[in-house]
């Protein structure tokens, strides 16, 4: 179904890895390690353009959003012309409610095609552009001695201390950067705009039960997955500081 997605996924995935495995060799786990990292960096550099348009988004509905509750107010027993004012202010403003989703829709199936691709490695199968010798390649991959796709839960016969040595420390790292990431983004947006009460529990969630939900769920995620996670994160957090500060100084984090 998604499969304009997955082969657009995978086809990158297999030309970072062939680049690395031109040095590293075909078999070495550290190349399939940087074709995920880049794989992650590729993507997200395409995401750019559709992130910068959401941010504008974000602040022109924070500018109007005075008008648009004094509208509210002004014609709350007419609702035709309340619909009237609101179409005629989003105009001025050149406002699109419908751009506010767009990137948001290519960021999740973006999300979606990396996961699947990542979690689609299985003995004596393809995977999209990848053959069933590339696919045996991956699942034979190791990342200071812990297979790629092996995971706390599923071990497959690893060595359990050389998995924990590496999934651990991961699941921290990608559940610390989703803490963070989330922080400075709520400290963002109560700059933009008044915090309301669902704004403030979908903040909590965002910095509290999403990492938590991180280290909860990490035993079951395969190492690529979590080093997809945590180059994702720390991608994030990076181009917030970059981003945000060309729009502005930045806001200390409380």
Known sequence: MLDFIYYPVSAVLWLWHTAFASVLGASSGLAWVLAIIFLVLTLRALLIRPFMAQLRFQRTLARIAPEMKEIQRKY?????QQVIEVRRLQQE??????????????QILVFIGLFHVLNSFHAGTTNYVFSTEQVQSFLNAHLFGAPLSA?????????????????????????????YTARYSVARQREMAP?????????????????????????LWPIAILLYFVTQNAWTFVQQHLVYRRFGAETPVP
């Not at 403003?93 to 290519?106: E, T, Y």
């Not at 979908?202 to 035993?219: I, Q, R, Y």
């Open 76 to 80: 709350a027993d007419d609702k035709e």
């Open 151 to 179: 995971s706390l839960a599923h071990a497959g016969g690893a060595a359990p201390g050389s998995l924990a040595a590496v999934v651990i420390p991961l699941v921290v790292i990608a559940a610390v950067a989703t803490h």
């Open 195 to 219: 915090e309301t009460p669902q704004t403030r529990v979908m903040n909590l969630l965002s910095m509290w039960a999403f990492p938590l939900g991180t280290l909860v769920t990490g035993a």
């Open 93 to 106: 403003h050149s406002f699109n409610p419908l751009l506010g989703f767009l990137p948001m829709i290519g």
